[in-house]
């Protein structure tokens, strides 16, 4: 994800120092090669940070000094304890700004931005080049993330709902084509159906989203949903599944390839 919007950004102009734990993975960007945290965000007017969950932000700016001066977008999906933390640990305007979206979206420049904290009205030349869409939560800090959660636990269950269809479907000898064909053009078909559907039928799990980062979703939505003593049986049981997807070998896989936790033979 951080690739193509450092890309994006270049693209458009920007001036963009880019930093990769795989300094390989920060090349031809059109951005200049960091080689440090500190290096990257020397100076910096905006600094963007794409990681993988809070500890690894948490890592990549431990020894960094942001100054007040300076907006932070912290566009991971890092969970309410997380960006709590993070918000308290610098000088620096944080925005706490997740997307969504996926490879392609990333790499189209069309994220959509869930931003939240009174940096976000200093980014909109920032938020151009990478987004189609920026949802305005306000100024307080985790109202991103929280709505990150929403809408990622909405994502989660429809797929796993999607792939124990699927199983259904074959298991009964029905052509899960016929499937599509019978909700598309109705109130219960939605374009995400065939997106993360034909992979499942096909047996081809090329990464969009890898299955081991919606595995680590689906724990921040139950830690979320722990602390407000609120019981949600169906993000523990998707999360099951893809842990069972996950140990057959699937984690850098996209996430439909939750679907392989129904079909262990085939793994």
């Known amino acids: 994800m951080g690739a193509p919007m450092a890309r994006n950004l270049a693209g458009a102009g920007h001036t963009v120092r880019a930093w990769n734990r795989t300094p390989a993975k920060a090349e031809g960007l059109g951005a ?14 905006v600094v963007i940070t794409m990681l993988a969950d809070g500890p690894a932000v948490a890592a990549a700016m431990e020894g960094v ?17 997380w960006i709590a933390k993070l918000a308290d ?3 620096a305007q944080l925005v706490d700004g997740p997307v969504m979206g996926t490879k392609a979206p990333a790499e189209q420049g069309q994220l959509t931005v869930l931003a939240a904290g009174a940096g976000r009205e200093q980014l909109t030349d920032v938020f151009e080049p990478v987004a189609a869409k920026v949802v305005d939560l306000g100024d307080d ?12 636990n909405w994502v989660i269950s429809f797929v796993e709902s999607l792939a124990e269809t699927i199983a259904l479907a074959e298991g009964l000898g029905v052509d899960p084509a016929k499937f599509f064909e019978g909700i598309e053009g109705g109130a219960m078909y939605a374009p995400y159906v065939k ?3 034909v992979p499942m039928i096909e047996r081809s799990f090329e990464p969009s989203f890898s299955l081991k980062l919606a595995h680590k979703d689906a724990g921040l939505v139950l830690d979320a949903a722990r602390e407000l ?11 099951q599944q ?9 984690g850098e896989d996209d996430l439909s390839a939750t679907f ?3 079909c262990p033979e085939l793994s």
């Not at 800090?141 to 990622?152: E, P, R, S, W």
């Open 260 to 262: 392989m936790a129904l």
């Open 89 to 91: 640990g610098t000088a």
């Open 242 to 250: 893809m842990g069972k997807a996950i140990e057959r070998g699937h």
């Open 65 to 81: 000094t942001l100054t007040a001066g300076q907006v932070w977008w912290q566009c991971s999906t890092v969970g309410v304890e």
């Open 141 to 152: 800090i985790g109202a991103g993330t929280k709505l990150k959660l929403v809408l990622n």
């Open 32 to 45: 200049t090669v960091a080689g440090s945290p500190a290096e990257a965000v020397e100076g910096a007017d």
């Open 195 to 197: 997106v993360k559907g």
């Open 229 to 239: 003593g609120l019981e949600l049986p169906l993000p523990a049981l998707v999360r």
